[in-house]
C-alpha cells in the first residue's frame, strides 16, 4: 500500500465488511463480513482491489449522521505491520459491489456489474 492513496492487496491482507446503523437490529447481520485474501482467486483479489478504490474515489463526506441512517464500514487488516485503512458511507452511496461483499462475501466478487 502507497501513501498516495494506491494500494495493493497482498495474500495476508483481510478485509471486514460491517453494516451499521438503522433502528431495525438484525444480530445476524451486524458481525463483519470476514475476506481473507489467501481464499481468494487472482480475479477475486483484483474484483476486491476495485471496490477498495472505488470507496477511496468517494472518500469526501461518505457519511452522515441521523439515528436512522444505515452506513457501511469497510476495513483492510494488513497483518505485516502497515497501517490498516477503514472507509465509512452512507448505505445510499454504497457501489452494488460492497453490498454484494457484505451480503454474500468472497462469492459477491464473482457477480457481474451489470
Known amino acids: ?3 498516495n492513496g494506491r494500494f495493493e492487496l497482498d495474500s495476508t491482507s483481510v478485509i471486514l465488511v460491517t453494516r451499521e446503523g438503522g433502528f431495525v437490529v438484525t444480530p445476524g447481520l451486524a458481525a463483519p ?3 481473507d485474501c489467501r481464499e481468494l482467486s487472482a480475479h477475486q483479489r483484483l474484483r476486491l482491489q476495485t471496490v477498495l478504490e472505488e470507496l ?3 472518500r469526501g463526506g461518505l457519511r452522515s449522521e441521523g439515528a436512522d ?3 457501511f464500514r469497510v476495513t483492510l487488516q494488513v497483518p505485516s505491520g502497515r497501517p490498516e485503512r477503514e472507509w465509512e458511507l452512507d448505505e445510499s452511496a454504497a457501489p452494488r459491489s460492497l453490498i454484494g461483499l457484505w451480503k454474500h462475501g468472497a462469492q459477491g466478487l464473482d457477480e457481474s456489474d451489470g
Open 1 to 3: 500500500m502507497s501513501h
Open 33 to 35: 463480513r470476514r475476506i
Open 56 to 58: 477511496d474515489r468517494q
Open 69 to 71: 441512517r444505515r452506513s
